[in-house]
């Protein structure tokens, strides 16, 4: 029986994006490695579980090379995403999905002790209901990224929507931490104000909310409300932001409270938006930059 201090599942994806300034093509990239990359600094024991190709497994190297233990099961197709950026403002974008690794099921999920999964999806055709009630019955605590529901993938076209969630109050009550961006936050709950969105997703039944939007992030535990700004010198690495606050958050909260920790997160994510790709630094890099914070 494997023994793990936190555990984040969800799709890698092979991307393709379209802009103005230029064009790529074959990026990988998904939730689960941002956020296990910005947790490797704990040294603690983490795993990521995915679904993909086998003859796109050595993407998943940088993941091994950090110590992160990887469970893949292979299936027919890797998940593709194709983000098309149709003016100069990164913000405005369309995203479809081209291909579709499949929903996790309980077979995916290897002999282990129980613990924090992390459940971080591309789009909605990941996880469902069912499966959460499944993890939750098998005794592990659960940590969702609202975009795992909210990105709603349209089955005829693939384009991405964002939509609300029908099962959203089960889906909170399911979960010991609920995290979501500013714009899910209107989606689920109607406004975009941090306090009340926060507040509305603690009543739905989550024990624990952290809210990143474009500033910094916001958290709220038993009633009780912080906020962090990111203090990142430039944005070339803005991908990956909310996915490496989550990361950091997680792993530093299991031995500290919910403040600390939010400032911690916000301050390894605002190095790692200096720089493409995941973070990179080290735990000093991480005190330093918090003791640099106001």
């Known amino acids: 029986m494997n023994r793990y201090d936190l555990v984040f599942m969800g799709h890698e994806s092979i991307y393709e994006v379209d802009a103005p300034e230029g064009s790529a093509r074959g ?16 040294k603690r024991k983490i795993a990521v579980i995915t679904r993909m190709a086998q003859e796109d497994a050595p993407t998943l190297e940088p993941l091994k090379a950090a110590g992160i233990d990887v469970y893949l099961q292979p299936v027919a197709e890797t998940t593709h995403l194709r983000i098309v950026h149709p003016t100069g403002n990164p913000d405005e974008r369309l995203i479809v999905q081209t291909r579709n690794a499949g929903f996790f099921v309980s077979a995916d999920v290897p002999p282990m002790e129980r613990c924090l999964i992390h459940l971080a999806a591309l789009t909605d055709r990941e996880f469902s209901l069912e499966f959460m009630r499944h993890l939750k019955q098998r005794g592990f605590r659960l940590s969702v990224d609202m975009q795992s529901f909210v990105r709603q993938v349209d089955a005829e076209t693939g384009i991405i929507r964002f939509k609300d969630v029908p099962g959203k109050r089960e889906i909170a009550d399911l979960a010991d931490i609920v995290k979501l961006d500013i714009v899910e936050a209107e989606v689920l709950t109607g406004t975009r104000d941090m306090e009340k969105a926060a507040e509305r997703v603690e009543e739905w039944g989550a024990l624990e909310t952290v809210l990143t939007t474009s500033d910094g992030a916001f958290a709220r535990h038993k009633g009780k409300t912080y906020f962090r700004k990111f203090s990142n010198r430039s944005s070339h690495g803005r991908t990956g932001r909310g996915d490496t606050t989550t990361g950091a958050y997680l792993a530093r909260r299991i031995d500290h409270g919910v403040e600390e920790s939010l400032g911690f997160a916000v301050a390894l994510a605002s190095i790692k938006m200096e720089t493409p790709g995941p973070f990179r630094g080290t735990l000093q890099d991480v005190l330093a930059r918090m003791s640099e914070s106001p």
């Open 27 to 42: 990026l990988p990239g998904g939730a689960s490695s941002f956020g296990a990359l910005a947790a490797c600094w704990s």
